[in-house]
């Protein structure tokens, strides 16, 4: 009765030891010996103890950072610059058969092309078009990753450290051109300015009615000073026939 309930307990623990769980984001490649035998989907499982192990591979899409790292760009101006690629296990087979830690290849994949692409970029470009760069490092790494099961989704530049030259020397060159565009604006402005000016003068000019409303408007804002002191040496009528004789004679 005894020995019935020792190997009874025996047989349970064995059976528990070998009980394994695969979460749902999860496949488990199942090892016999050290040898693949197959892929084990999400759910309870059950391997032989000792004689069998699994290896579990998270499907979901991994972010990896891509370390700062040190770069001259192709018009030789040295920075650093870092970011990050995401990548998604398509095969878990291929990642574990195939490579040794693939997150870590991965990563270091990704370091590399990031800097030969923007040794090859003048800084400007890097600057302007890192979505641009980004998906040329994607189609490098991902096309390199295949053989492994891995499909890269995506890669962007995260930050991009420049000396401290070279950020006064871009603020310089922002602050003058900030200053050009305020020059042409204004510029613009008094072009405008000066032909309306000319347009109103035009009609002021065939309409004595007009002048005479301008002049007055004038008389109003000077007087609106209170030290301001009007003078008018002649009568207004006395210009309006003097003007009147003038075109007569004309």
């Known amino acids: 009765m005894i020995i019935g309930w020792v190997i009874g307990a025996i047989v349970a623990v064995f059976l528990l030891l070998g009980i394994r769980i695969v979460n749902q984001y999860e496949r488990a490649v199942k ?18 103890p000792i004689i069998e192990r ?4 998270d499907i979901r899409v ?3 950072d891509i370390p700062a790292q040190e770069v001259i760009t192709k ?9 990050v690629v995401f990548f998604k296990v398509v095969s878990s087979e291929k990642a574990i058969l195939e490579v040794e830690d ?11 092309a990031l800097r030969d692409m923007t040794g090859k970029s003048e800084l400007d470009n890097v600057l302007a078009k890192r979505e641009e760069i980004g998906n040329q490092v994607q189609k490098i790494v991902d096309l390199e990753t295949e053989p492994w099961g891995i499909k890269i989704t995506d890669v962007k530049i995260k930050d991009i450290e420049l000396p401290e030259n070279m950020k006064r020397a871009m603020a310089h060159q922002a602050e003058a051109e900030r ?11 008094e072009k405008q300015a000066s032909q309306k000016l000319l347009e109103a003068g035009k009609i002021m000019e065939k309409s004595p009615s007009a002048m005479k409303l301008r002049f007055y408007q004038t008389l109003n804002d000077i007087s609106e000073e ?9 009568p207004e009528e006395l210009i309006d026939f003097l003007n009147l004789k003038s075109k007569r004679r004309k």
């Open 31 to 48: 090892f016999r010996l050290g040898k693949y035998v197959k892929m084990l989907q999400p759910g309870l499982r059950w391997i032989i």
């Open 54 to 57: 699994i290896e579990k591979v």
């Open 62 to 64: 991994i972010a990896a």
């Open 75 to 83: 018009d030789n101006v040295p920075m650093k610059v870092n970011g």
């Open 102 to 112: 693939y997150a870590f290849a991965i990563s270091q994949l990704a370091q590399s």
């Open 179 to 189: 200053d050009r565009r305020a020059r042409v604006i204004n510029a613009e402005a």
């Open 226 to 234: 209170k030290n301001s002191t009007i003078v008018l040496p002649f």
